[in-house]
């Protein structure tokens, strides 16, 4: 069965660091891209980033650029979300999430096909 | 970045109703859109992809339509397990961004 397992809850004061993680498995983890999206309590979905295990190429969402840092170790098939200064602002749901994207047979897509159970990181003081 | 809208926000609805919720990009993004269903304290889940092909096991009540910019999202008959949030998503290109949800009440 293919699927994402995320670390548990955190609690951290503001200024603090943090990483959390998402361990993939069931599937070829270096072949797919995997991501992070933001869920503010109360609010929509935020697409944060997304990363290439095989080459480490990433994408991030202007907004979250520079306060975030995603990466993958593909020896133990996990993606990381980590801050290096965690505002009140970063407190939220963080769902892990894997990108299938099909283009050699119709129809094209490109999907979250697969996503974690969640993050929730509270930052307070 | 390409903004996504959605209508309505949310709709009160009874078991056995046909729901339509509609979303529209602000850009042409052909066929690359998803729809995504939250239920409350659970991760999203992908229920639609290219706009139109339903993800394996999901119910055939849901079905979706649309490309360019304008698109839909159809329960043919709702049922109680359906109470949800509806999102829609752009994966045309970066940042892949989501509509602000459809809060379906039955």
């Known amino acids: 069965e293919v699927q994402l397992a995320q670390s548990g809850a955190e609690v951290r004061k503001p200024g603090e660091s943090l990483k959390i993680s998402c361990q993939a498995s069931?599937?070829?983890?270096?072949?797919?891209?995997i991501g992070w999206v933001r869920q503010m309590p109360g609010q929509g979905l935020e697409w944060v980033a997304i990363?290439?295990?095989?080459?480490?190429?990433?994408r991030y969402t202007p907004s979250f650029q520079g306060r975030v840092t995603i990466s993958a170790d593909k020896s133990i098939s996990t993606a990381y979300l980590q801050w290096r200064s965690l505002k009140a602002s970063d407190t939220a749901m963080y769902y892990c999430?894997?990108?299938?994207?099909?283009?050699?047979?119709?129809?094209?897509?490109?999907?979250?096909?697969?996503w974690g159970q969640g993050t929730m990181v509270t930052v307070s003081s | 970045d390409i903004q996504m809208t959605q209508s309505p926000s949310s709709l009160s609805a009874s078991v056995g109703d046909r729901v339509t919720i509609t979303c529209r990009a602000s850009?042409?993004?052909?066929?690359?859109f998803n729809w995504y269903q939250q239920k409350p304290g659970k991760a999203p889940n992908l229920l639609i992809y290219?706009?139109?092909s339903l993800q394996s096991g999901v119910p055939s009540r849901f079905s979706g339509s649309g490309s360019g910019t304008d698109f839909t999202l159809t329960i043919s008959s709702l049922q109680p397990e359906d109470f949800a949030t509806y999102y829609c998503q752009q994966s045309y290109s970066t940042p892949f961004t989501f509509g602000p949800g459809t809060k379906v009440d039955i």
């Open positions: 990363i290439y295990p095989t080459d480490s190429s990433a």
């Open positions: 290219a706009a139109s």
């Open positions: 999430v894997r990108r299938v994207v099909v283009t050699a047979t119709p129809p094209a897509h490109d999907s979250f096909d697969i």
């Open positions: 850009q042409s993004i052909t066929t690359y």
């Open positions: 069931g599937y070829s983890f270096s072949t797919y891209w």
